[in-house]
């Protein structure tokens, strides 16, 4: 009988291991798929379905999803086909835009996870929604924080879409010369998410627990190739640009000017895992605009790189360090700081080049070098900016990683004020467990300088823990005084910071709440040799409800010490005096709504003291989607100051109002308007686009900056005299040869 038992045991294990497998196999077909929606093809129709029975991940992560969802694949010499079957209780899909590139929240899509060097580091994503409107993007840093999600890479793929009546169906087609991936490996690892707003909930093939990232590379299947990958398509791109442009520099005083202008960028395929990109008088006037924000703080703040150029596997160079420890920042490439009047300009860059990828499984390499033009006026040389990174992995997902930046002056001459080289040195740790209950990395960077700095170090180290119930973690930060990173991003130098933080959730069964956590924030600043400057403390809690609504309040307390004059009102106000220091306390609020809807919002109140006096204010937005054909939103910032150094209150007022029309799948329209009275500056930014075909498109892009006047001064607000003025017409075409 014992032994009976023992068969039956090992044979429901062994049920187990077969009901949780995760496995793809992919037939090489010679047979032509059109891409239609209508899965007719002989190999759909006799595929074996192995991507099915999806996991819940909301409202909870302990069901199988209530609407099922299927994917077949296969492949041939140039494509991997995806075959995507959506189920549904009915047809009132969430579809809020046509636009490329939409977010996946608050509306039905589904998206693949594409890790083909199976390292749990890095993926290509693709989605498509019940319109067959197309995202892409790269996941890095094992998809465990939001930094590593990235939908701003653009490339080459096909899909359509049809609706039918309990379900919508999508055939993809995604060429292996998007991909990156090493030859004679025939499995990769692959996963898959959607959001189904019919039931309310969000789904995984391979399940994800709900305190991870819906993204994370740790939970993943297999996609089983039966035979090798003999090619991986087009070997070269070329995407040449044309542009033509009117710009008047009214506050400068220049005459007004018409330019033509070509240039463009290639892409070789070194390997199937290396890319070499190439790009000649690299022009980026089409990027969208900057969102400009009410910065009350003493230090810099850090905008997001949209440039195309420099995204993809800009993990390779942009994840060293902290966000605020950064040694290398790409957006110092292509603006200098005009040494006579200390104001950041633009300046041309002649061209440049990026080599990255995969060498093997277990090393990836980056190199990029860009060269800019010489600004006489501002002092400035021709300058080379070039960084090189390796790094190797280790164990499932984990990595080690070396930097190296320098930039460096071209034929600098005695006039030009510039040093002549900064360099930067580091290694980097980062540590993410299979399942990821362990997360964090650790660094050491060392600036070099022509004049030699003592105390040149950047440290940094961090580590979570992360359970079902609880999360654990623990950051500290040591920068140097004499730290120089020119190319990066450091917010201060001359420190140290500790910043533990503790959560606890909770997952009720019934009610509204889904999930709710209770936390606690800690952050304190000391200056070696003098002690604490800054002190952050702040606990509160967190609701996300089954509607999918979200609140959270939190109450802080602060300290800080002025070592300098500070106007912490940010409207060249009396400032307070240096050698003083502030403990105060405030109180904060935000809400955000059901984003499914077709009306949205979001409100965060705050109050409470604020240095010497008192603050109040609100900030969120207002949104209102004509699906799927557009959306006004309004974002806003209002801050009030009743501070007793100044002789009156005091206010600033950031309004964003913004247009979004996607007329077809290929024809876009945004207005956006920007109005801040810190910075006395309203901006129209207006861009049109028409995607002509697969990756190429025609912009229209116009911008007006007007001086709003100063809201301090009774007799001079809402002046609106224009500072400068800019019409761009460009092209781009995307061949593959």
Not at 491 to 513: C, H, L, Q
Not at 578 to 593: C, G, L
């Amino acid at each position: 009988m014992k032994e009976f038992a023992l068969l039956l045991f090992l044979f429901g294990q062994l049920s187990v291991v077969a009901q949780n497998s995760y496995d793809i196999d992919i037939p090489k077909i010679t047979e032509t798929i059109i891409l239609d929606g209508s899965l007719d093809e002989d190999v759909w129709t006799s595929a074996t379905v192995y991507a099915r029975d999806f996991h819940q991940y909301f409202p909870t992560d302990s069901l199988i999803a209530e609407d099922n969802t299927t994917i077949r694949m296969a492949f041939d010499d140039k494509n991997l086909y995806v075959a995507i079957e959506c189920f549904t209780r009915g047809s009132n899909y969430v579809v809020p835009t046509l636009r490329r590139d939409y977010r996946a929240g608050g509306n039905d899509n589904i998206t693949l996870l594409i890790d083909p060097f199976s390292d749990g580091a890095n993926a290509f994503m693709f989605g498509t929604n019940p319109a067959g409107v197309q995202r892409e993007g790269l996941i890095s840093q094992g998809g465990t924080t939001i930094q590593g999600f990235s939908t701003s890479w653009d490339n080459k793929w096909k899909c359509e879409t049809k609706v039918y009546d309990d379900k919508y169906v999508s055939e993809m087609a995604i060429p292996f010369s998007t991909l990156r991936f090493n030859k004679g490996v025939k499995q990769w690892k692959f996963n898959s998410y959607r959001f189904d707003m019919q039931s309310n909930e969000r789904s995984t093939w391979v399940g994800i627990p709900r305190n991870q990232w819906i993204f994370n590379l740790g939970f993943m299947g297999n996609m089983n190739f039966q035979e090798e990958i003999t090619s991986s398509g087009s070997k070269v791109s070329l995407i040449p640009y044309t542009i033509s442009s009117f710009e008047e520099d009214v506050e400068a005083g220049t005459p007004s000017d018409v330019k033509f202008n070509i240039g463009g960028d290639a892409k070789i395929s070194i390997t199937s895992g290396l890319n070499l990109d190439l790009t000649a008088n690299p022009d980026f006037s089409q990027v969208e605009v900057d969102r400009q924000v009410t910065n009350l703080s003493r230090f810099e703040i850090s905008f997001p790189e949209r440039r195309q150029f420099f995204l993809e596997n800009a993990d390779l160079f942009s994840s060293f360090g902290f966000e605020n420890i950064n040694p290398f920042f790409s957006r110092r490439i292509g603006i200098v700081n005009d040494t006579t009047t200390g104001v950041n300009i633009q300046n041309a860059i002649y061209g440049g080049l990026r080599l990255s990828g995969k060498i093997n499984n277990n090393f990836r390499i980056g190199l990029l070098s860009m060269v800019t033009q010489k600004e006489n006026k501002a002092g400035q040389p021709d300058l080379n900016y070039t960084v090189a990174t390796i790094q190797r992995k280790l164990g499932a997902r984990s990595n080690i990683g070396a930097i190296f930046v320098n930039r460096q002056s071209i034929n600098a001459s005695a006039n030009d004020l510039i040093e002549r080289y900064n360099r930067v040195v580091g290694l980097d740790y980062n540590l993410a467990t299979q399942s990821n209950l362990w997360s964090g990395k650790t660094f050491v960077h060392r600036s070099i300088s022509v004049e030699s700095n003592d105390d040149a170090i950047a440290h940094g180290f961090d580590l979570t823990y992360n359970k079902r119930k609880f999360l654990a973690r623990w950051q500290h930060e040591y920068v140097g005084d004499g730290y120089d990173a020119q190319v990066g991003f450091i917010r201060r130098t001359d420190y140290y910071s500790i910043a533990p933080e503790f959560r606890y959730f909770f997952y009720p069964t019934k009610g509204i709440v889904n999930r709710s956590n209770i936390f606690f924030d800690y952050r304190q600043f000391w200056i070696p040799g003098i002690g604490k400057t800054d002190q952050n403390v702040a606990v509160g809690l967190n609701f996300e409800y089954r509607n999918n609504a979200r609140f959270n309040f939190e109450i802080s307390r602060r300290y800080i010490f002025l070592f300098d004059e500070f106007d912490p009102t940010g409207t060249d106000s009396t400032p307070l005096s240096e050698d003083t220091d502030y403990n105060f306390y405030a109180f904060m609020a935000n809400y955000r709504s059901d984003n499914s809807k077709r009306f949205s919002y979001n409100i965060r109140p705050f109050i409470g003291q604020y240095f010497n006096g008192k603050r109040y204010g609100t900030e969120g937005s207002f949104t209102y989607r004509y699906e799927p054909y557009g959306s006004i939103a309004i974002n806003y910032n209002y801050n009030l100051f009743d501070m007793p150094h100044l002789s009156e209150t005091k206010s600033t007022l950031l309004l964003g109002p913004r247009f979004d029309l996607s007329f077809t799948k290929s024809v876009f329209l945004t207005a956006f308007f920007q109005y801040n009275s810190q910075s006395q500056n309203t901006n129209i930014n207006t861009r049109f686009q028409w995607r002509f075909a697969p990756a190429s498109d025609f912009f229209l892009v116009y911008s007006d900056n007007y001086f709003s006047g100063n809201p301090s001064d009774p007799s001079d607000r809402f002046d609106f005299t224009l500072r400068n003025r800019s019409i761009v017409a460009k092209v781009t075409y995307w061949l593959n040869i």
